[in-house]
C-alpha cells in the first residue's frame, strides 16, 4: 500500500439542501473509489476538516468548505527513469521530466510523481507546478517554490507570456508538399474523458508546426503551441496525419495496458522562454532529453 506524502483536498460545493453526508458526497463525488473505501478513511480517522482534525460519519455537510485527504493506492508502479533540475533560485524550480512520470499524483501514482519527487529531493514542500505537460511526454516543467512570488509567475502563464517549443517524432507515409502548418481550431474533452477531439465553434486552440527532416517513414517536427489545450501538440500532428510515434491515444486509443518503458512518446518539452517577472531577465531553459531519431 502505498500512500501519498501530501495531503489532497476537495472543496464541498454549493448545493440545495436537504445536504447529504459528508460521505455520501465522497462515494458519489469519486465514483471509482468503492463506499467501502471512504467508509474505511472515515473510521480510521483519515479523512481531515479545514482544522485537519478527523471527521465522524456525523460531521456536517458544510458549502465551501475543505474536506482533506491522503490518496492511497495498493499497488503503486515505479518509474525507472529520473529527473533533473536544471535551474533552481528562490522562486522557481525547473526540472526536466521523464517520459512515463506523472507531473502530479493521478491514477494509481501517488508518490511516484514529479512534485513529489522534487519536494524529497529539495525538501520544499511548498513547490506547486505553474504548468504540466502528459505523463507520456517528457521535457521542462517549471515549479513554484516560494508562495509570496507565485501569483506572479501564475500571471505570466495565464496570460500566454511563456513561449514554449516541443519536439516529436512522427510516422510518416509520404512527403508533403509543405514544411509549415498553423493549425488553429477548437479542442473539447471527448470520449472517453482523458481524449480530447476537434470540435466546431470558436477556436482556442493554435499550434505552428515546422517539419524538420524526414527519414524512411518518421518525421521530425518542432511544435510552438500559442495555446495549452490538454494533448493539443498530440491531437493537432495527427491530424495533419503526422502521429507522434507510441502514442496510444491518438488517432485511435489503444488497448490499456501495462507501461512499455521501451517505447516512449517521442515527444519532448524540448524548450521554455519568459522574461522574469521579478528580475526582468530573459530566462531561457532546455531539456536534456532526446527522442529516438
Same mark, same amino acid.
Given at each position: !500500500?502505498?500512500?501519498?506524502?501530501?495531503?489532497?483536498?476537495?472543496?464541498?460545493?454549493e448545493t440545495?439542501?436537504?445536504y447529504?453526508s459528508?460521505?455520501?458526497f /465522497?462515494?458519489?463525488r469519486?465514483a471509482?473509489?468503492?463506499?467501502?473505501?471512504?467508509?474505511?478513511?472515515?473510521?480510521?480517522g483519515k479523512?481531515?476538516?479545514?482544522?485537519?482534525n478527523?471527521i465522524?460519519?456525523?460531521?456536517?455537510?458544510m458549502?465551501?468548505?475543505r474536506l482533506y485527504?491522503?490518496?492511497?493506492?495498493?499497488d503503486e508502479p515505479?518509474v525507472?527513469?529520473?529527473?533533473r533540475?536544471?535551474?533552481?533560485?528562490?522562486?522557481i524550480?525547473?526540472?526536466?521530466?521523464?517520459?512515463?512520470?506523472?507531473?502530479i499524483?493521478?491514477?494509481?501514482?501517488?508518490?511516484?510523481c514529479?512534485?513529489?519527487?522534487?519536494?524529497t &529531493?529539495?525538501?520544499?514542500?511548498?513547490?506547486?507546478?505553474?504548468?504540466?505537460?502528459?505523463?507520456? #511526454?517528457?521535457?521542462?516543467?517549471?515549479?513554484?517554490?516560494n508562495?509570496?512570488?507565485?501569483?506572479?509567475?501564475?500571471?505570466?502563464?495565464q496570460?500566454?507570456s511563456?513561449?514554449?517549443e516541443y519536439?516529436?517524432?512522427?510516422?510518416?507515409?509520404?512527403?508533403?508538399?509543405?514544411?509549415?502548418?498553423?493549425?488553429?481550431?477548437?479542442i473539447?474533452?471527448?470520449?472517453p474523458?482523458?481524449? !480530447?477531439?476537434?470540435?466546431?465553434?470558436?477556436s482556442n486552440?493554435c499550434?505552428? /508546426?515546422? /517539419?524538420?527532416?524526414?527519414k524512411?517513414? &518518421?518525421?521530425?517536427?518542432?511544435?510552438?503551441?500559442?495555446?495549452?489545450?490538454?494533448?493539443?501538440?498530440?491531437?493537432?500532428l495527427s491530424t495533419l496525419?503526422?502521429?507522434?510515434v507510441?502514442d496510444? &491515444?491518438?488517432?485511435?486509443?489503444?488497448?490499456?495496458?501495462?507501461?512499455?518503458?521501451?517505447?516512449?512518446?517521442q /515527444?519532448l518539452?524540448?524548450?521554455?522562454?519568459?522574461?522574469?517577472p521579478?528580475?526582468? #531577465?530573459?530566462?531561457e531553459?532546455?531539456?536534456?532529453?532526446k527522442?529516438?531519431?
Open positions: !500500500m502505498s500512500r501519498a506524502f501530501s495531503a489532497s483536498f476537495v472543496v464541498l460545493p440545495e439542501p436537504p447529504p459528508v460521505f455520501e /465522497l462515494c458519489g469519486f471509482k473509489i468503492p463506499p467501502a473505501v471512504w467508509h474505511e478513511r472515515i473510521a480510521s479523512v481531515l476538516d479545514m482544522r485537519e478527523p465522524s460519519f456525523d460531521t456536517a455537510y458549502p465551501k468548505t485527504y491522503y490518496r492511497e493506492v495498493i515505479v525507472p527513469f529520473k529527473e533540475i536544471l535551474y533552481q533560485d528562490e522562486h524550480i525547473v526540472a526536466d521530466k521523464p517520459h512515463f512520470l506523472p507531473v499524483p493521478s491514477g494509481p501514482y501517488v508518490n511516484e514529479l512534485l513529489n519527487r522534487l519536494k &529531493k529539495t525538501g520544499i514542500h511548498s513547490l506547486t507546478p505553474l504548468h504540466r505537460i502528459d505523463k507520456e #511526454t517528457a521535457g521542462i516543467v517549471v515549479f513554484s517554490c508562495p509570496e512570488s507565485r501569483g506572479t509567475y501564475q500571471t505570466l502563464f496570460k500566454g511563456v513561449n514554449k519536439e516529436a517524432v512522427t510516422r510518416c507515409t509520404s512527403v508533403p508538399r509543405q514544411k509549415e502548418w498553423y493549425m488553429e481550431n477548437r473539447v474533452r471527448g470520449e474523458f482523458f481524449r !480530447m477531439k476537434i470540435t466546431g465553434g470558436k486552440a499550434t505552428q /508546426l515546422y /517539419l524538420l527532416e524526414i524512411e517513414n &518518421k518525421a521530425l517536427f518542432r511544435a510552438v503551441p500559442l495555446t495549452g489545450k490538454k494533448h493539443q501538440v498530440r491531437l493537432h496525419g503526422f502521429p507522434v507510441n496510444r &491515444k491518438y488517432p485511435a486509443l489503444l488497448p490499456e495496458q501495462e507501461a512499455d518503458f521501451s517505447k516512449p512518446l /515527444l518539452a524540448k524548450r521554455i522562454v519568459f522574461k522574469g521579478i528580475t526582468g #531577465t530573459l530566462c531553459f532546455e531539456s536534456e532529453g527522442l529516438d531519431w
